[in-house]
């Protein structure tokens, strides 16, 4: 995989480095730097917020603080009504920081705050420049600090934060400080992890990722272990199609999915895996589901399980490139036979979703018999049900990495942001996607997707991160057209061509 073509998701040591890497060998001053930077940010804010909007501006005395300043030079120039205050004590600050105060005082002289007795009156702007820290905080806010954190969340202004938000810390959980609510974050050059950690929505807002020039070369050569998908990176995946390739080539294909009152699960998964390329796919339900299905997906087969309402037996999985199982199974006894039986006897090419997951969390011994590169496509609650609780968000994305490693599988966990791990522990927070997906059958449609690339020959983890991609996309193309409140699974199923074609254009 071209990982270079991904976003890389750096903690605030690794954003050091790049930065002293640029100012050394490009060469650039770093307030020159932190002017490109500040420009950046203008660039973007103003595409956001017109010359109506009123701006405040409060500043820290590091890097970040100067970053802000410059950024409020900026808005000046551009005409915007902007006012200033500094807190914490200007004449410790940064060198660049110091440099940025003196340029600001030709335009207006900030308010310095010393207390909370000198807090500024924040009622007559309509939007608040949090600049008071930046990425590499690695402590608590406290004191005046968190006092004034706190004003300005109760100020229920609109609140775009330079970078990060005040308080949150690029890489590991800050505990028990006062935290920034932006509605917006500008941030510079790559993305940070706590904007893929559902805790941090509220901190975060949108997120908006600004280039400003950094070494590329040098980021593509640090080291890293966590990425953003990228629709550059996920065409770079995306294969392309013999002229002479035939349905047999494309993928062999068994969905093992649907008991009675759940037969749609199967449809699903089965519908969006032929829309994903499959070449032959067979579908094995209960006979209650064998006229539905074959009225509802002429293109499928339908190998009809003996049971009448729910599986009974395994079906025959050895003419198969790959399998998914898992969509409205149901948990009776002898389903989870069957679903013991599909996982002892799978060489390769398996995914687990739904209720086979929930089996596998009731019998973890079967966790050692997943073949290697399995897939697994758990939601929060089954996650937990296979590892256990945690405490954050950060502590779930740790189990998450250390279940795939151990168990040499990759783990889609669906949400926001969907993280897929890889069995080599790399880390892939999708990039497409929106909350019109908290619909009912959105993950079966997912396991289709994915079963499908599988049998189309990609690695379970090529699967995976692409499925990811390519489902959330044709949500988001749907919802470009309609909207959130009216998307159903069957809509992603209906935009995957246009999902596709999209990737080919790219």
């Known amino acids: 995989m071209k990982l270079n073509l991904c976003l890389k998701v750096l903690d605030a040591e690794a954003i050091r480095q790049t930065d002293q890497f640029t100012i050394t060998n490009e060469p650039i001053a770093s307030i020159d730097l932190m002017e490109r930077a500040s ?10 917020y017109d010359l109506n909007y009123s701006v405040f501006v409060v500043a ?8 802000g300043l410059a950024i409020a030079r900026l808005l000046i ?8 205050a500094v807190i914490g004590d200007a004449e410790k ?9 003196e340029l600001l005082n030709k335009y207006l002289e900030p308010h310095f705050i010393t207390s909370r007795k000198n807090f500024p009156e924040l009622g007559q702007y309509n939007v608040v420049i949090d600049a008071i820290f930046g990425s590499g905080l690695s402590r608590p806010v406290t004191g005046v600090y968190a006092d004034l954190i706190t004003c300005i969340n109760q100020s229920e202004l609109k609140v775009v934060s330079v970078d990060i938000a005040s308080g949150l810390g690029s890489s590991d959980k800050v505990e028990n400080g006062e935290i920034i609510r932006a509605n917006q974050t500008i941030s510079f050059q790559v993305p940070k992890l706590p904007f893929f950690l559902p805790e941090n929505d509220s901190f975060c807002g949108r997120v908006s990722i600004v280039d400003i020039g950094l070494d590329q070369g040098f980021v593509n050569n640090l080291p890293s272990k966590m990425y953003q998908t990228t629709p550059e990176f996920i065409a770079s995946i995306l294969k392309s199609r013999s002229k002479y ?21 199967s449809i699903l998964a089965s519908h969006s895996c032929l829309k994903s390329g499959a070449g032959l796919l067979t579908v094995a339900v209960p006979k209650c589901g064998t006229n539905v299905l074959q009225t509802a997906l002429p293109e499928a087969m339908v190998d009809e399980n003996q049971g009448e309402e729910f599986f009974t037996v395994a079906p025959k999985i050895s003419n198969y490139d790959a399998i998914g199982i898992g969509p409205g199974l149901g948990t009776e006894y002898q389903t989870k036979k069957v679903v013991e039986q599909i996982i002892s006897s799978t060489k390769g090419g398996l995914l687990i979703d ?21 897939v697994l496509t758990p939601h929060p609650g089954e996650f937990k049900r296979l590892v256990g609780s945690w405490s954050d968000d950060y502590e779930r994305l740790v189990l998450q990495i ?4 151990k168990y040499n599988v990759n783990v889609v966990l669906k949400g926001a942001n969907t993280s897929v791990v890889t069995k080599d522990g790399l880390v892939f ?36 991160i692409l499925g990811v991609y390519i489902h959330g996309l044709a949500a988001d193309i749907y919802v470009d057209e309609h909207s959130m409140e009216s998307l159903i699974a069957s809509d992603i199923i209906d935009n995957l061509g246009k999902a596709f074609r999209s990737l080919r254009e790219n």
């Open 39 to 48: 420009e950046a940010f203008f660039n973007r804010f103003i595409e956001l």
């Open 429 to 464: 927070f999708n990039s497409t996607g929106n909350p019109g997906m908290a619909t009912a059958g959105s993950g079966d449609v997912l396991t289709g997707i994915i079963t499908a690339m599988i049998g189309q020959g990609y690695s379970g983890e090529e699967a995976a």
């Open 245 to 265: 390739v035939h349905k047999g080539q494309m993928g062999r294909d068994l969905i093992i999915a649907g008991s009675k009152g759940k037969i749609g699960a």
């Open 60 to 67: 820290g005395t590091g890097n970040n603080g100067g970053d």
């Open 354 to 374: 739904a209720d086979a997951l929930n089996i596998l969390s009731s019998d973890k011994k079967l966790l050692q018999k997943l073949p290697v590169d399995t």
């Open 402 to 405: 250390e279940f795939a490693r």
């Open 93 to 101: 600050g940064t060198k660049d920081f110091s440099t940025n105060l």
């Open 77 to 84: 120039e551009a005409g915007y009504k902007v006012s200033v």
